[in-house]
């Protein structure tokens, strides 16, 4: 079983930049496919980025270019999210997840059903 823990959440004002960390506490995830996903209170959880295992390759939603970055350090079993530019209306929960089982990418790495473990989010709060 994996287990994930979010950190780095916190407030900032707009414009300004924020990293999240995700750990597996219990497992290792150097071979999994992992993602990030934010969740506002009663609205659906939405796909921020994704990286396959292996090559690590890379998919995000339209609003993340230039702006958010996912990466990972195997040696500290840890991955990351790197948010710069950061609006008001990103705030949000935002959850860390990796799927079921090594050496398998999603077929649709925005559909929360294909992972199976979840970090317990970490808050971002951006002010304007």
């Known amino acids: 079983q994996v287990q994930l823990r979010e950190s780095g959440g916190g407030s900032v004002q707009a414009g300004e930049s924020l990293r999240l960390s995700c750990m597996a506490l219990r497992g290792t995830i150097s071979n999994y496919a992992i993602a990030w996903f934010r969740q506002v209170s009663g609205k659906d959880r939405e796909f921020v980025l994704g990286a396959t295992w292996g090559l690590g390759s890379k998919f995000g939603g339209d609003f993340v270019k230039g702006r958010f970055t996912i990466s990972r350090d195997n040696e500290k079993n840890t991955f990351y999210l790197e948010m710069t530019s950061l609006k008001p209306e990103e705030t949000a929960t935002y959850f860390c997840?990796?799927?079921?089982?090594?050496?398998?990418?999603?077929?649709?790495?925005?559909?929360?059903?294909?992972?199976?473990?979840w970090g317990q989010g970490t808050q971002v709060t951006v002010s304007s």
């Open positions: 997840a990796t799927v079921d089982r090594p050496r398998y990418n999603p077929t649709a790495f925005d559909e929360p059903l294909e992972y199976k473990f």
